[in-house]
């Protein structure tokens, strides 16, 4: 019987064995995965950058017009000193508002009216500094009233883009 009683004991201690270590495992593990879950909310802020216009320069020589004669191209290039690339459209060209010319009164004053303007062909890119634009003209028109004081004036072009 002692040795009944001592297979009794030996099982008796495992099973406390395995029930405390299950205790633990039941414990440690409980403590792994419990928390508190809790709603909130908060508030925050971006900011975005801005540019700087660009500059349009007119590199082309738009030269000896006279009434008729055949148009002058309009090009140049862009000025951009912002930190990347900007991106234009379309270059627009017309005549300084209001601008007239008229060095001798006993004749028709010279105005943007006498004029003929192409626009330039559409940008449609990002440009820095250099990129090209193109494709524009000017051209004096040949009315049927005295352009006299068209001769030797020079136009006011303005530029602009979108």
């Known amino acids: ?26 414990v440690a593990g409980g403590a792994a995965f419990a928390w508190w879950t809790a709603g909130g909310s908060g508030t925050g802020s971006a ?8 500059t349009i320069n007119q590199t ?3 030269a000896d ?5 055949p148009s002058k191209a309009l090009s140049g290039t862009f000025t ?11 270059v627009t060209v ?10 001798d009164s006993g004749k028709p004053a010279c105005t943007a009216g006498d004029y003929v303007l192409v626009q330039p062909t ?16 000017i051209a004096l028109t040949n009315s049927s009233a005295n352009q006299d004081n068209c001769k030797g004036v020079t136009v006011p072009l303005v530029y602009s883009s979108n």
């Open 94 to 103: 017309s005549i300084a508002a209001g601008w007239s010319a008229q060095a």
């Open 47 to 54: 900011t975005t950058g801005t540019v700087t216009g660009i």
């Open 60 to 62: 082309s020589s738009a």
């Open 80 to 90: 951009n000193s912002n930190s990347g690339p900007v991106f234009v459209e379309q």
């Open 65 to 69: 017009l006279y009434p008729g004669g």
């Open 1 to 26: 019987m002692a040795a009944q009683a001592d297979t009794k004991s030996k099982t008796k201690k495992r099973a406390v064995k395995v029930a405390a270590l299950t205790a633990a495992l039941v």
């Open 122 to 137: 559409a940008t449609h890119a990002e440009v820095t500094t250099g990129s090209t634009w193109g494709g524009g003209s």
